[in-house]
């Protein structure tokens, strides 16, 4: 037994030297080239900067899926959480709700609203 773990840790070492020689200067590869990230298609604003304009709420505010709720745009995620009772941060309600519909994605509005702080509720 003390035999395996005395070859067990010098074989570690062993592989451990071994793996981390480099002969020569290492250096990037001439030929590659920077390839920025791309932006994703809707991009992240910062709550409450925002300048949507109000729109009605859709018909299915009440039933709406998470994934419909992810698809609408800002107007209409904002009117969705009027409908829920948002009155004053309608924008940060929104956003709130996006992350928990980001992260239920089966679920529904009505069950993710009531799960975000009851101060951006009102």
Known sequence: M?????????AAAAVSVAGCTVTGTPHADP???YT????????????GLDNAPVVPPPANA????CREYMLADDSTQQAVVRVF???KRTSMAATLL??????NQTSTV?????????????
């Open 2 to 10: 003390r035999r395996a773990a005395v070859f067990v840790v010098a």
């Open 31 to 33: 030929g590659a080239t």
């Open 36 to 47: 920025p990230p791309t932006t994703p298609s809707r991009p992240f604003k910062l709550p």
């Open 62 to 65: 009440r039933t709406m899926n």
């Open 85 to 87: 009772g948002a009155v």
């Open 98 to 103: 996006q992350m928990r519909c980001l992260l």
């Open 110 to 122: 009505a069950v993710e609203y009531p799960k975000i702080p009851p101060a951006f509720q009102e």
